[in-house]
């Protein structure tokens, strides 16, 4: 499935109507849909040569393997000094099937050419801290230092719909809790506000019941697997509306950590405000980098508060105002680090190392994260969002992401311009200001375009 595959997937994007989906086979309830995108996604920034750093730390030796001496390793000297532009270009299908009028099946399968700088530590990094999904369902059809060409079914699930009862198998996104920048509720698949690829998610491999109760109450229950039976999630969420606002209930056991939280989102007059509570006790073991020995992270509070409001200016301005309190945060002081964070901790193995020693390996692990999804290095952050229509077709928006605890910020203008119905492209920058040690002042700014046409 090589070359007969990418011929297949070119002669269905040539024959695919532009901007919706093509019918290819219907009898009675029974039918198959074919639908798609190309994505162009290309990036230009600073890195770290993943060679460059790993020679600077074999070479300062022990001040990069002792506590008191990590901080002056030559390795970080090498952090962003490499120029990197990168491109991926992605050629999406998606299947929707139909059996009957209850049952039905969602394909997206995806090819992905990857070209320019691949070999970073960051990437590595990323690599290594990514959560294991039960099979990847996905292979890498050519590797090469500066191209890649891998396939993957980004979904795949059967879904089951009664009167009361919906069932879906396979993988999935289940996005849970209400914020609009963080969602510390969101155990499965929640999405970074910086990311540049804001509609993506790895989806999760789970089976999740949906009961349907009366009125907009429903008791979900979700059952996810991991890449290995520890990293198994369980989980239930009852949601209700009680007057005007919307509630949910969770708990659950991730990555063997009770969790248990709520949220809620009412209007607030005009506006609209959200809520997101969650409280965690990790049981796995990590060693801090400033501790000589290994320990259970404490458990730990998330909240997140917002709000938001469209004014009457124009052809209307938007505005979110988002807070997110982190007591899971990695940094120093709980607050003060550098995205190399990563390193300092892993889960307790027996090592042979000395008192006051850190052992530093490319391979962490994402345990050092307690089961949380949302990353950061500062206990507070705050998000300032606008965003106003210019044009029918051209929409600007500003993201401002400030870290309270390392005086540092990020700034994210970016432009949407949906010349058509069946294509998009978006232009931004990613700026970023502050002390080294903190949230965002060790960040390089990149700028990105990024093409997509559906068809």
């Keep these: ?33 074919l639908s798609g995108s190309l994505r162009e996604l290309l990036v230009g920034s600073h890195g770290t040569s993943a060679s460059e750093f790993e020679t600077a730390a074999a070479s300062d030796g022990p001040a990069c393997l002792l506590v008191a001496t990590f901080p002056d390793c030559a390795a970080w000297d090498t952090l962003g000094d490499t120029p990197i532009v990168t491109s991926l270009t992605r050629l999406r299908l998606r299947f929707d099937a ?5 049952l039905s099946a969602v394909v997206v399968y995806d090819n992905e050419w990857r070209a320019g700088s691949l070999d970073t530590f960051e990437a ?41 009862l919906e069932l879906t198998f396979g993988r999935q996104r289940i996005p849970w809790g209400v914020g609009r920048l963080w969602n510390p509720i969101d155990r499965f698949n929640a999405i970074p506000p910086l990311a540049l690829e804001a509609d993506q998610s790895a989806g999760v491999d789970a089976v999740k019941a949906r009961w349907l109760f009366s009125g907009f109450t429903y008791l979900e229950a979700v059952y996810a697997v991991g890449a290995r039976s520890e990293d198994r999630a369980y989980a239930l969420r009852l949601h209700g509306v009680l007057r005007d606002v919307d509630y949910s209930l969770m708990g659950g056991v991730f990555e063997e950590a009770p969790t248990a939280g709520f949220d809620l989102s009412a209007n607030l007059g005009d506006a609209a405000g959200r809520v997101e509570v969650v409280w965690t006790d990790p049981t796995r073991t990590v060693r801090p980098f400033d501790s000589p020995v290994a320990d259970d992270l404490p458990a730990y509070w998330q909240l997140v ?46 090592v042979a190392t000395p008192p006051g020693s850190v052992r530093v390996v490319a ?24 965003s106003y229509d210019l044009t029918p077709e051209l929409r600007a928006s500003f993201l401002t992401l400030v870290d309270w605890r390392g005086i540092s910020a990020s700034f994210f203008p970016s432009l949407v311009y949906s010349p058509f119905g069946w294509l998009e492209l978006t232009l931004g920058v990613q700026a970023f200001a502050g002390p080294h040690l903190s949230e965002f002042g060790g960040a390089e700014p990149l700028g990105f375009l990024l093409a997509e046409a559906f068809f």
């Design 98 to 102: 139909r059996a009957t009028k209850q």
């Design 1 to 33: 499935m090589r070359a007969g595959a990418a011929a297949g997937l070119v002669l269905a994007l040539l024959t695919a109507a532009p901007g919706g989906a093509r019918e290819l086979w219907r009898r009675g309830d029974a039918s198959l849909e």
């Design 363 to 386: 391979e962490g692990t994402p345990d050092l994260f307690g089961s949380s999804r949302v990353v950061s290095t500062s206990d507070h952050l705050t998000g300032f969002q606008l």
């Design 124 to 164: 590595r990094l990323g690599d290594s801290l990514a959560t294991g999904r039960f099979d990847e369902l996905g292979q890498d059809i050519v590797s090469r230092r500066e191209f890649e060409w891998r396939h993957v079914l980004y979904r795949a699930y059967l879904f089951l719909e009664t009167k009361r």
């Design 305 to 350: 508060a917002s709000v938001d409001y469209n004014f009457d200016i124009g052809s209307g301005l938007y505005a979110l105002v988002e807070y997110l309190y982190n007591g899971n945060a990695l940094g120093f002081g709980r607050g003060e680090a550098n995205g190399a964070l990563g390193l300092f901790q892993e889960r307790d193995q027996a």
